[in-house]
């Protein structure tokens, strides 16, 4: 099952709650939470207080990616606030399989993530402590970037694997660029967790949900 997850990183950050809501009415499965710090990435966005006051503002899940320097100094505070699921990069946790089961411990469901440009072998390596692996197809940071075409080889390299490992139950989430044009050969790479968020907020959001659900299935 192909899983939609609009990034609140392109709701209105005056209405959020009305985007949020609309998101759920239109039927997402899940709100994907980018929490950048100024320093792993340079803009700086959701704290932990966001997520409680979302927390308290919708039934879907909270994907809250933690695209911070350290991330095991944050988990506690996100997880208390009501994330559901905490991802973080291979690129900022030095001590990774700790850091997964620590998330885990917390009540979360942990994810790894990988930039562009990092190896496949992180994925691999922790595939057997993550519930998904969220792999960038764009440089993280900020939204509205292109999508970089070379995630489709990336994507299709890490689903034979999982497959070819009995690792065949993990999705693959993508984040960055992901767009009605090109959601179909996203999902025929292998991956089944597609966040959006130009993608989706751009236009009429219900209209556009409802697009990429009949595209992806």
């Not at 879907?60 to 559901?84: I, R, S, W």
């Not at 390596?125 to 692996?133: V, W």
Request: proline share 6%.
């Amino acid at each position: 099952m192909n899983l939609i997850a609009p990034s609140l990183l392109s709701a209105d950050p005056l209405h959020i709650g009305r985007d949020i809501a609309a998101c759920e009415a239109a039927g997402a499965d899940i709100l994907h939470v980018d929490v950048m710090d100024g320093h792993f990435v340079p803009p700086i966005t959701f704290g932990p207080g966001i997520v409680s006051a979302l927390r308290r503002g919708t039934s879907l899940p909270l994907d809250c990616h933690l695209m911070v320097t350290n991330p095991d100094h944050h988990v506690e505070q996100f997880a208390a606030a009501g994330a559901a699921w905490i991802s973080i990069h291979a690129e900022a946790a030095p001590h990774l399989h700790r850091s997964l089961q620590n998330i885990r411990a917390h009540g979360c469901r942990p994810g790894v993530v990988l930039n562009p440009l990092t190896p496949l072998d992180y994925a691999f390596e922790a595939a057997g402590e993550a519930d998904f692996i969220l792999l960038m197809s764009v440089n993280p940071g900020y939204g509205g970037q292109a999508f970089i075409p070379g995630f489709l080889r990336r994507c299709e390299r890490l689903r034979t694997w999982l497959d070819s490992n009995g690792l065949g139950t993990i999705p693959i989430e993508v984040d960055g660029g992901v767009k009605l044009d090109n959601v179909r050969s996203i999902v025929d790479a292998g991956a089944s967790i597609l966040v959006s968020g130009s993608g989706l907020f751009s236009g009429n959001l219900a209209d556009n949900i409802a697009q990429m659900r009949q595209l992806v299935g």
